[in-house]
């Protein structure tokens, strides 16, 4: 309101300005008259350049005369939008059909939305930042020139020395077979056979796990041509489901200084589904929800839960 | 799955399968197990007054291009279609016992990973009792499912739940295969073949 008010009382200022306006054209187009005419009228050839020299000296002093008023009269009315929180768009709000175009209250909504949105991003990157679930080793805080020096060591490890990780595992859990193979260059694939339930392919790149998709110990997880079928899920329900969880699972284990770690603590949770068909709820009890076992285990005490009722 | 007092067997698979529906399971076409018994002819059979042997031939839906032959406690053979044939050939050995045919029509279900097929026994024209099969595919090992297939069978059988089949006890941690299904069908068909009218449920 207080615009449109500060408007109003430059309003005579605005009349003043669109007259001297006026005025300063048509000194202008006298001017240029003047010029279209030329010499005439007069005996001699000295008077008639006189007078033309004196009528076009006339003239352009009006011109003069005319813009300082303008440039007066233009420093009165100021910058009205300047000052308006949504500058010149402000103006829209001068608009008399509103009805017809609805403008600036839509702008006014968009601008609320806007608003807002930076407000919760800002709350959530907050959050977020306390809970990072970065698993490479350059933190969120970690300056440009340093991030550098942490990064080769976890990402580039010798092959030799990723095999040995997994034999150590393999041999860690004798219900658990471990065949690693390498089909696409250095990036190692795991196809876990756990006792008679289930199969897992883990997709690595060098000690990080990157993938996992859980099947049936029936189903194939080879393609056509022979190659370990790292997309499609399994048929089964509820290996779908664990296929969920074991990526959740990836997201909680992380240490990125000690990755063999990470990936020894992700077999001994996945161990624990050797008894996926077998083990009761240890919240409810029972053994089906929704037609489905207890396919959720808990991170630290490998408990199994149905996933609705896990804390 | 004793028929209730004062229904017919067509009632009771109604109720059954509207529990079934109720619980959420999809219908998923019908399925159709039959059996034929062959008894080997006296020809063949030696001096020393050995009883003839009975064979059971029979089909699944489950498994279109196969035929599985079963002896009574002996061996299960699986073979292509084609042993049908090979039967009519073997006149000889095995003669085909009369009116022996039985079979069981119904329904198949699906609930999450969960194959129900509920079916009516029928041995000739007559009705003789209904069948419930219950399959859990993501195990492939019969024993490790067993309490988690006794809840689901509560879930719907109520009180008439079975105990565990056999098969269960025999080989306890071997895979499950189309040749066990196979294997209490038989039974339950022999089951229903001595006791007129007493039906009894098949699990796998």
């Given at each position: 309101?207080?615009?449109?008010?500060?408007?109003?009382?430059n309003?005579?200022?605005?009349?003043?300005?669109?007259?001297?306006?006026?005025?300063?054209?048509?000194?202008?187009?006298?001017?240029?008259?003047?010029?279209?005419?030329?010499?005439?009228?007069?005996?001699?050839?000295?008077?008639?350049?006189?007078?033309?020299?004196?009528?076009?000296?006339?003239?352009?002093?009006?011109?003069?005369?005319?813009?300082?008023e303008?440039e007066?009269?233009?420093?009165l009315?100021?910058?009205?939008?300047?000052?308006?929180?949504?500058?010149?768009?402000?103006?829209?709000s001068?608009?008399?059909v509103?009805d017809?175009?609805?403008?600036?209250?839509?702008?006014?909504?968009?601008?609320?939305?806007?608003?807002?949105?930076?407000?919760?991003?800002?709350?959530?990157?907050?959050?977020?930042n306390?809970?990072?679930?970065?698993?490479?080793?350059?933190?969120?805080?970690?300056?440009?020139?340093?991030?550098?020096?942490?990064?080769?060591?976890t990402?580039?490890?010798?092959?030799?020395?990723?095999?040995?990780?997994?034999?150590?595992?393999?041999?860690?859990?004798?219900?658990?077979?471990?065949?690693?193979?390498?089909?696409?260059?250095?990036?190692?694939?795991?196809?876990?056979?756990?006792?008679?339930?289930?199969?897992?392919?883990?997709?690595?790149?060098?000690?990080?796990?990157?993938?996992?998709?859980?099947?049936?110990?029936?189903?194939?997880?080879?393609?056509?041509?022979?190659?370990?079928?790292i997309?499609?899920?399994?048929?089964?329900q509820?290996?779908?489901?664990?296929?969920?969880?074991?990526?959740t699972?990836?997201?909680?284990?992380?240490?990125?200084?000690?990755?063999?770690?990470?990936?020894?603590?992700f077999?001994?949770?996945?161990?624990?589904?050797?008894?996926?068909?077998?083990?009761?709820?240890?919240?409810?009890?029972?053994?089906?929800?929704?037609?489905?076992?207890p396919?959720?285990?808990?991170?630290?005490?490998?408990?199994?839960?149905h996933?609705?009722?896990?804390? | 799955?004793?028929?209730?007092?004062?229904?017919?067997?067509?009632?009771t698979?109604?109720?059954?399968?509207?529990?079934?529906?109720?619980?959420?399971?999809?219908?998923?076409?019908?399925?159709?197990?039959?059996?034929?018994?062959?008894?080997?002819a006296?020809?063949?059979?030696?001096?020393?007054g050995?009883?003839?042997?009975?064979?059971?031939?029979?089909?699944?839906?489950?498994y279109p291009?196969?035929?599985?032959?079963?002896?009574e406690?002996?061996?299960?053979?699986?073979?292509?279609?084609?042993?049908?044939?090979?039967?009519?050939?073997?006149?000889?050995?095995?003669q085909?016992?009369?009116?022996?045919?039985?079979?069981?029509?119904?329904?198949?279900?699906?609930?999450?990973?969960?194959?129900?097929?509920?079916g009516?026994?029928?041995?000739?024209?007559?009705?003789?009792?209904?069948?419930?099969?219950?399959?859990?595919?993501?195990?492939?090992?019969?024993?490790?499912?067993?309490?988690?297939?006794?809840?689901?069978l509560?879930?719907?059988l109520?009180?008439?739940?079975?105990?565990?089949?056999?098969?269960?006890?025999?080989?306890?941690?071997a895979?499950?295969?189309?040749?066990?299904?196979?294997?209490?069908?038989?039974?339950?068909?022999?089951k229903?073949?001595?006791?007129?009218?007493?039906?009894?449920?098949?699990i796998?």
């Amino acid at each position: 309101m207080a615009d449109v008010l500060s408007v109003g009382v430059n309003l005579e200022a605005f009349a003043q300005a669109i007259s001297a306006i006026q005025a300063l054209r048509s000194s202008v187009s006298r001017v240029f008259d003047c010029l279209k005419d030329g010499m005439r009228n007069k005996e001699t050839l000295e008077g008639r350049e006189k007078a033309f020299i004196a009528h076009f000296q006339d003239n352009l002093h009006s011109v003069n005369r005319d813009l300082n008023e303008l440039e007066r009269l233009s420093n009165l009315v100021g910058k009205p939008s300047e000052n308006h929180p949504l500058h010149n768009s402000g103006l829209l709000s001068l608009d008399p059909v509103q009805d017809k175009t609805p403008l600036y209250s839509q702008l006014l909504q968009a601008y609320k939305w806007s608003n807002k949105l930076q407000y919760h991003a800002g709350l959530a990157s907050g959050l977020l930042n306390q809970q990072s679930l970065k698993r490479s080793a350059n933190q969120m805080g970690v300056s440009a020139k340093r991030r550098p020096k942490a990064q080769p060591t976890t990402l580039v490890l010798p092959l030799q020395y990723v095999d040995d990780v997994i034999s150590r595992i393999d041999r860690m859990f004798p219900e658990m077979s471990i065949h690693l193979s390498r089909p696409n260059g250095t990036s190692a694939m795991l196809l876990v056979t756990l006792g008679k339930v289930l199969k897992v392919i883990v997709v690595m790149r060098s000690l990080f796990i990157d993938r996992t998709i859980v099947k049936g110990y029936n189903e194939n997880v080879y393609t056509e041509d022979g190659k370990l079928d790292i997309w499609s899920k399994s048929s089964y329900q509820v290996f779908q489901k664990v296929t969920d969880h074991a990526t959740t699972a990836l997201l909680h284990y992380q240490l990125p200084q000690m990755p063999d770690v990470v990936v020894r603590s992700f077999m001994t949770w996945l161990r624990s589904y050797i008894k996926l068909f077998q083990a009761p709820c240890q919240r409810c009890g029972k053994f089906l929800q929704d037609g489905l076992p207890p396919t959720w285990r808990d991170f630290r005490t490998l408990e199994a839960f149905h996933d609705t009722c896990r804390q | 799955m004793p028929v209730a007092e004062g229904k017919s067997v067509q009632q009771t698979v109604e109720l059954l399968t509207r529990k079934l529906e109720i619980l959420g399971a999809e219908k998923q076409g019908t399925f159709c197990v039959d059996c034929e018994t062959y008894h080997t002819a006296a020809s063949t059979l030696g001096s020393q007054g050995q009883a003839g042997k009975l064979m059971y031939v029979m089909h699944n839906s489950e498994y279109p291009l196969s035929c599985f032959a079963l002896f009574e406690n002996g061996p299960c053979l699986i073979a292509d279609t084609n042993f049908d044939v090979l039967m009519v050939k073997l006149k000889g050995f095995f003669q085909s016992a009369k009116a022996s045919k039985i079979e069981t029509r119904g329904t198949r279900y699906q609930y999450c990973d969960f194959l129900v097929k509920v079916g009516t026994v029928t041995m000739g024209p007559s009705a003789r009792g209904i069948s419930v099969e219950v399959e859990y595919g993501p195990c492939v090992v019969a024993s490790d499912c067993w309490s988690l297939l006794l809840e689901f069978l509560q879930s719907f059988l109520g009180s008439h739940t079975p105990g565990a089949p056999a098969v269960f006890g025999n080989r306890h941690d071997a895979i499950y295969g189309p040749a066990d299904t196979m294997v209490q069908y038989m039974e339950l068909f022999n089951k229903i073949r001595k006791q007129q009218q007493v039906p009894v449920a098949g699990i796998r």
